[in-house]
């Protein structure tokens, strides 16, 4: 192995999260469990003090001052989100709570054009997030779910999503980066194919963000949705992307204030985009929150972020190499890292995932254990249940050596009983 | 890494019963069947009863199922201590179980073998895996006499 960088990013950003300087159980705490949750850093944490102590008020609502800057520092953090993925309008940029609710949003309102017999292209790989707001609208509407199965390399097969593309396909939705198999899925190809059967696609984009920069005009996908708390921000703040005209086209999905134009007793007429979309008082501080996250992952740069978690990967899957008992799931890295992300979902022999995690908890290291909201892909591999340790920017080599070790520890204290 | 405590929650028979279990299959006959379920890791558990003609005593308990070392042990624990039990016992066991993961009671000298799950009670977030079992037996003896599953009861 060779040391790339003198001073990895790693060294330079972990004194920006307070939280990675703790014991626990009285070993530095190594936190890998960031595909399920990131640590924030300190310019999110003063945002949102900065917003409650000076600016806390509602949005888009007074003419007083703070009212004012409340919407301002509101606003502008759409703007940030929306130079983020490169859209070609801050209208394309809906607040939602998480990424589920931005699914939900297009299942329910561009959904509820859908007819029986219209069919929705979906993988076995998708988190429940991306799974049961379909199972719910092919119960409503009579469409039916198709699913892309795996590759060999246990990658997204598209030769076989190629076959299932007919006219009958309204809509697919896929992850761009799995939470269990860490692989990248050629989210662009995914788009233009589907877009020479007229079908819409939509992009589950939450392990992708936090990683690597992405453009969706580029990717041209008709929407894309994210979670803030994966990349850095406060929970409770997500977005969805939608495509102009689309999401024009699209029905309310809840009502109540803030969405409206003008009301009378039986009617009413909807605000403009993106408002439309965003009944009732918004996650302000959180919505502000993601634009400081914002503001900071691009201040590193997205693409050296995605190089050295590439760097990271290549260690962490060489040194996995060293214990013989596990199995890993989804495609191996490319020998500079590249080819999948700095995650890896795997088994240890005979002992279960959650003995493994209590064992490395005890060292100081966070690891998750369970089916990581991936149920039908993990029967889909035959595993009851998988470890996973998922890194981030602030994940240096040390810690995946203390990773390491204490895997080792923990597969020698159960391999002695398995012999 | 803290040795002590892994030692506390993995005692010697907890992992000799994850390795071998004594307990594994299904009663014959089958008077009850009750499946139970962890949701929020997937692990289940399956657990058969066999109740003598009045159907007011244990003659046998079997577990199938996969989950953690923690969560099979207390099956195959729970399931040896079960025979030749009243029901009323047993629900008053499960109780008793219950109340040793809050680290408020242990087994008396008879069944002193279910305290090796004492450990457990040190570690909250695995509490659920060790009585996984229990709350299954709960609601299997609680159940009428169909032998058909209703469906899982929950651990959450
Ligand atoms: C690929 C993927 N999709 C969707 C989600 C759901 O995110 P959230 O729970 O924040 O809505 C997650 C995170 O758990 C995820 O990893």
Known sequence: ?419 | MTLANLRDLYQQVILERYKKPKHRGVTAPVHRLQRGHNPSCGDTIELTVQLNEAGDRIEDVKFEGEGCAIAMASADLMAEAMRGKSTDEALEMVQRFQSMMQGNAEFPTEQRKLNVMQGVSQFPVRIKCATLTWHTLKAALESSNEPQPVGFVSNE
């Not at chain 1, 990424?99 to 429940?128: C, F, P, Q, R």
């Not at chain 1, 409503?140 to 076989?160: H, I, M, N, P």
């Open chain 1, 1 to 419: 192995m060779t040391i790339i960088q003198e001073k990895t990013i790693a060294v330079k950003v972990r004194s920006d999260f307070p939280i990675l300087h703790q014991q626990i159980h009285g070993k530095p705490l190594v936190y890998l469990d960031n595909a399920a949750t990131s640590q924030k850093p300190i310019a999110v944490l003063d945002a949102l003090r900065h917003y409650y102590e000076f600016d806390n008020a509602n949005v888009h609502r007074g003419v007083h001052t703070l009212s004012s800057r409340a919407t301002d520092s509101y606003e502008g953090a759409r703007d940030k989100v929306a130079a983020f993925v490169n859209a070609a309008s801050r209208q394309e940029i809906v607040y939602t709570r998480n990424a589920t609710e931005a699914i939900n949003l297009v299942a329910y309102s561009w959904g509820s054009t859908l007819k029986s017999g219209d069919e929705i292209i979906l993988s076995v790989m998708e988190h429940h997030s991306n799974l049961i707001p379909w199972q719910m609208l092919a119960q409503r509407t009579g469409a039916v779910l198709k699913f892309v199965g795996l590759t060999e390399t246990e990658e997204f097969d598209f030769e076989q999503f190629k076959s299932l593309l007919s006219d009958k396909t309204k809509i697919v939705s896929v992850v761009h980066v799995s939470n269990t198999l860490g692989c990248i899925n050629p989210a662009k190809e995914i788009c233009a194919e589907a877009h020479r059967h007229g079908a819409k696609v939509l992009i589950d984009a939450c392990q992708s963000l936090p990683h690597m920069a992405i453009d969706v005009q580029d990717m041209d996908c008709d929407w894309l949705v994210g979670s803030g708390h994966k990349m850095c921000a406060p929970t409770g703040i997500g977005f969805l992307y939608g495509k102009l005209d689309l999401l024009r086209s699209m029905p309310p999905f809840l009502g109540g204030g803030e969405m409206i134009a003008d009301v009378f007793l039986d009617h009413a007429t909807y605000a403009d985009l993106p408002h439309k979309f965003e009944a009732g008082t918004p996650a302000i501080a959180e919505a502000i929150g993601l634009g400081a996250a914002v503001d900071y992952l691009t201040n590193i740069g997205m693409d050296k972020i995605h190089a050295y978690e590439e760097e990271l990967t290549a260690y962490l899957f060489h040194k996995l190499k060293e214990i013989p008992e596990l199995h890993i799931y989804g495609p191996q890295p490319n020998a500079d890292g590249s080819g999948r992300t700095a995650l890896a979902a795997f088994t240890a022999g005979d002992v279960h995932p959650h003995d493994l995690s209590t064992i490395l908890d005890q060292a100081g290291v966070a690891i998750r254990a369970g089916h990581h909201c991936t149920q039908p892909l993990h029967r889909h591999l035959k595993a009851q249940s998988t470890a996973r340790a998922s890194l981030y920017f602030y994940n240096t080599r040390e810690e995946i050596d203390v990773f390491i070790a204490s895997l080792k520890e923990a597969v020698e204290f159960f391999g002695g009983i398995f012999g």
